[in-house]
């Protein structure tokens, strides 16, 4: 049995494929622990701090991550219906993760690491992903609507049927990415790289299109 008043405490730094299911763990200092391939299905981790921690390969289906510092290594984990709202993913490292039907509202994740995540038809309106790594993605049917991605690296990333409509994609790269059939409604393309991007049936109604 893991010692849980250890866990909320930090105390307890390796917890490398520990079971902590449905455990609350809410505003508990995670900051720096080792919970790569933990089991945290349905756990409650609101408010905590996990800055720095090691979640790679962890199951988090369903976790509730609202309000929580993220900013840590999610390498491969399954974020599938977690609730992420208003929590600090700037910079994490979300490589291969998989974020299907998760909730990311108001969601900060400008420079992270999202490439070959798993996105699609994710509600991403209105977040902040400046200058995130989003190479190979699936963004296939994702809400993207007034989201920031100045600067982000979309190279051969899926956005079959994303909703981009009002959002900033200035000087983003779109080298050899999927968009076929998106709404670009009044978006942003300034500077954009645009070399090789499937554009088949877009809505670029209103759309600022000074590719670089």
Known sequence: MVDLQAVRSGKLKHLAGA??????????NLSGVNLSGAN???????GAKLSGARLDGANLIGCQLSNTDLRANLLGANLMQADLTEADLRGSNLRGSNLMQASLSRTSLSGAFLSGANLMGVNLQN?????ADLRGANLSNANLHGANLTQADLQGAMLSGANLEEADLREANFAGANLTSANLLCADLEGANLTGTNLSDCCVVGTVLAAA
Do not use: I, P, Q
């Open 19 to 28: 079971d902590l299911e449905d455990e609350d763990l809410s505003h508990a």
């Open 40 to 46: 945290l299905v349905g756990a409650d981790l609101r």
């Open 127 to 131: 977040v902040d992903l400046r200058g």
